[in-house]
């Protein structure tokens, strides 16, 4: 007997394997898990996925769609991030001054800040879905 393995997040076809009877019980298959006796249908890998839908009990083919462009972060996002963590910096930094606070004590506070090769690493990577990183409360629309 033949199953027919399919992913258990995405449902997407993964393939064949066989089957054993069990030792135990005579006429009782031992499936692996997430598969299904009905049989896959026959469909292109490099156009089309194949899904397994539970509630219908059923394979079910899409056609694979075309990777949408990637938006990266440029050269011109990452002058921003740093202009934007010079401002925050400079602007906490006068905060914690009028509180008392040392200048050694302030970088201590402000370790959490990414310093500027780690927003230079961000050239070319991939804009997080959220989009880019706040590094000061943007202001007020009044």
């Known amino acids: 007997m033949i199953a027919y393995t399919y992913n ?4 997407e076809f993964v ?3 066989s089957v054993d009877e069990s030792p135990l019980e005579p006429g ?3 499936m692996p898990a997430y598969s299904t006796e009905i049989p896959a249908p026959e469909f292109n890998p490099e156009t089309h996925i194949c899904y ?3 509630e219908k009990n059923s394979w079910i083919i899409q056609d694979v769609d075309t990777e949408p462009e990637i938006e990266r972060i440029s050269e ?7 202009e934007e963590l010079k401002e925050a910096l400079e602007e906490k930094s006068k905060i914690l001054l009028k509180l008392g606070l040392t200048t050694d004590e302030i ?3 402000l370790v959490k800040l990414p310093p500027e090769s780690v927003i230079d690493n ?3 990577q991939p804009v997080p ?5 706040l590094l000061k409360k943007p202001a007020d629309d009044k």
């Open 8 to 11: 258990p997040i995405t449902m």
């Open 15 to 17: 393939g064949e394997s």
């Open 28 to 30: 009782v298959w031992l």
């Open 52 to 54: 397994f839908n539970k």
């Open 76 to 82: 011109e996002d990452v002058a921003k991030l740093k």
């Open 107 to 109: 970088e201590l506070l």
């Open 122 to 124: 961000l050239l070319g």
């Open 129 to 133: 879905e959220s989009g880019l990183p």
